[in-house]
């Protein structure tokens, strides 16, 4: 997986919107529309600005060291099982991201960007359906 390619089109997305937040989640709540109550709360938008940076943070340690954002995917996946959150939402709000910096990036979204990105999505995508670290760390998930 090309890290350096995902690192690269998160900056060029960053140099062209100074912030994500509303784009993420307005194409997640147009895919899961259940969702959007769960953040009735938010009225001004901190818990999903800060929710988005924990994922792309995440996004950028899996691809690069992967000091914690397995356990992290996996802990968050069981820990929103609690608010009624399918794990399968967590996949699709990776999707969303991606889907956001290729809109944002347009004419310099590559092919090999492309490849990176899906690759990026499946390998999330064994975490977030498999969330019982005992089992993933057995099996040898993956990279």
């Known amino acids: ?14 140099e062209r919107c100074e912030d994500l937040t509303p784009l993420v989640y307005s194409r997640l709540f147009a895919l899961q529309p259940a969702m959007e ?9 901190q818990v999903r600005g800060e ?8 996004m950028l340690d899996f691809v ?17 099982a609690g608010y009624d959150v399918p ?8 999707g969303v991201v991606a889907e956001t910096v ?17 690759e990026l999505l499946a ?3 064994y975490y977030v359906s498999h969330p019982n670290q005992i089992e993933t ?7």
């Open 51 to 58: 929710m988005l940076s924990q994922v792309i943070r995440s």
């Open 123 to 125: 390998a999330l995508d």
């Open 102 to 118: 290729k809109h944002l990036l347009a004419e310099d979204w590559t092919a090999e960007i492309d490849v990176a990105w899906r």
């Open 87 to 94: 794990p399968a939402v967590f996949g699709t709000f990776f």
């Open 64 to 80: 690069g060291p992967r000091q914690y954002a397995v356990t992290l995917i996996q802990s968050e996946v069981m820990n929103h």
């Open 37 to 45: 109550p769960l953040f009735c709360m938010d009225a001004n938008h």
């Open 137 to 143: 760390a057995r099996d040898a998930a993956p990279a």
């Open 1 to 14: 997986m090309r890290g350096d390619l995902i690192e690269r089109s998160f900056e060029i997305a960053a």
